[in-house]
């Protein structure tokens, strides 16, 4: 299995464009999880989808942010208009299961960079 | 509410020594599970090992074995004979159910081997 492929790995912006991350999780996997990941805040968990039907959006930090997953194998995170404060690594996860005994797999990461 | 905490923001061992990474966490909800991650400096997350709350042993994988201690909610990560490679941010994470079943994580500590 080719794991949990995010991309791009890395994007610059300047303040104020649209920026749209991209995810296609684990084939089978019920479970897809966005986490922001900054210095100051740690892992912070966005938002997730159960078959593709968002679940917790608690985690969204304001209306800037959206996310969607049409189908099973894509989801997307957009950030519009994006501020230099976004700047963070996001991670796509996904896990297979409902139930606690499931651990999540992560993808690289994306490298975002908003000047 | 859930919490997950840990309490070394960063350690030193020695190469070929053992060290313990403590993680502490809080749910009111019977069935849950422990999970532990490795973080290099590469940026990827990396699943290691997982213990469930009914789980009757500690769990081992390799080098790796987590420290369950339920009565006092801890679930430490021992890693023996260190070796170099395993300098890294390492995160302790808890998945249960309150409504949601999200993975909260800690805010990690971060190991460095000495050689």
């Known amino acids: 299995d080719a794991g949990v492929i995010q991309s791009p790995r890395h994007e610059v912006t300047e303040m104020g464009q649209e920026v749209t991350l991209r995810c296609k999780p684990i084939s089978g996997h019920d479970y897809l999880f966005w986490y922001r990941q900054t210095m100051m805040r740690g892992l912070e968990l966005l938002i997730y989808?159960?078959?593709?039907?968002?679940?917790?959006d608690s985690g969204m930090p304001e209306d800037r942010f959206s996310a969607k997953m049409p189908n099973a194998s894509f989801s997307t995170l957009k950030i519009q208009p994006s501020e230099p404060r976004d700047s963070a690594v996001y991670f796509c996860?996904?896990?297979?299961?409902?139930?606690?005994?499931?651990?999540?797999?992560f993808g690289q990461g994306t490298r975002l960079t908003v000047v | 509410a859930q919490k997950i905490t840990q309490t070394q923001p960063g350690m030193f061992v020695q190469e070929k020594e053992a060290v313990t990474l403590d993680c502490t966490y809080d749910t009111s909800d019977p069935s849950y599970g422990l999970f532990w991650y490795k973080q290099p400096s590469s940026g990827e997350m990396i699943f290691l090992i997982y213990q469930g709350s009914y789980d009757q042993q500690n769990a081992t994988e390799g080098r790796y074995s987590l420290n369950f201690q339920k009565a006092r909610k801890s679930a430490n990560l021992v890693i023996s004979a260190s070796q170099l490679g395993d300098s890294a941010m390492y995160f302790c994470?808890?998945?249960?159910?309150?409504?949601?079943?999200?993975?909260?994580f800690g805010t990690g500590t971060r190991l460095k081997v000495l050689a």
């Open positions: 994470a808890m998945r249960a159910y309150s409504g949601t079943y999200k993975y909260i």
């Open positions: 996860a996904s896990s297979s299961r409902t139930g606690p005994n499931t651990e999540a797999f």
């Open positions: 989808f159960n078959n593709n039907v968002p679940i917790d």
